[in-house]
């Protein structure tokens, strides 16, 4: 099975430990998404470091044109999707 590795830690695993990310900076639930994707874990620390530009993102979405409110608003949507169990 492919593994994935999370954009933050660059802890390496299988896909359904992560949460894919698309090149909208929106989470994707299925697995039917195409296009470029990445993978962030479902560790707090790690959906939180999205918000503050630190990760790999861009790179692996191949985008140098994030912008921080944008990593803000998709880090406090998957962490609301987390706490709440909805992922």
Same mark, same amino acid.
């Given at each position: 099975? #492919?593994?994935?590795?999370?954009? =933050?830690? +660059?802890?390496?695993?299988?896909?359904?430990?992560? *949460?894919?990310?698309?090149?909208? %900076?929106? #989470?994707?639930?299925?697995?039917? =998404?195409? +296009?470029?994707?990445?993978?962030?874990?479902?560790? *707090?620390?790690?959906?939180?470091? %999205?918000?503050?530009?630190?990760?790999?993102?861009?790179?692996?979405?191949?985008?140098?044109?994030?912008?921080?409110?944008?990593?803000?608003?998709?880090?406090?949507?998957?962490?609301?999707?987390?706490?709440?169990?909805?992922?």
């Amino acid at each position: 099975m #492919p593994e994935r590795m999370c954009v =933050s830690c +660059g802890i390496r695993n299988e896909r359904s430990a992560f *949460i894919k990310i698309s090149t909208r %900076l929106e #989470p994707q639930n299925t697995n039917n =998404s195409t +296009g470029r994707n990445a993978y962030v874990c479902r560790k *707090i620390d790690c959906i939180q470091k %999205l918000a503050g530009g630190k990760t790999r993102i861009g790179m692996s979405l191949k985008r140098t044109n994030i912008k921080k409110e944008d990593l803000i608003k998709l880090s406090n949507e998957i962490l609301t999707k987390v706490i709440n169990g909805q992922d």
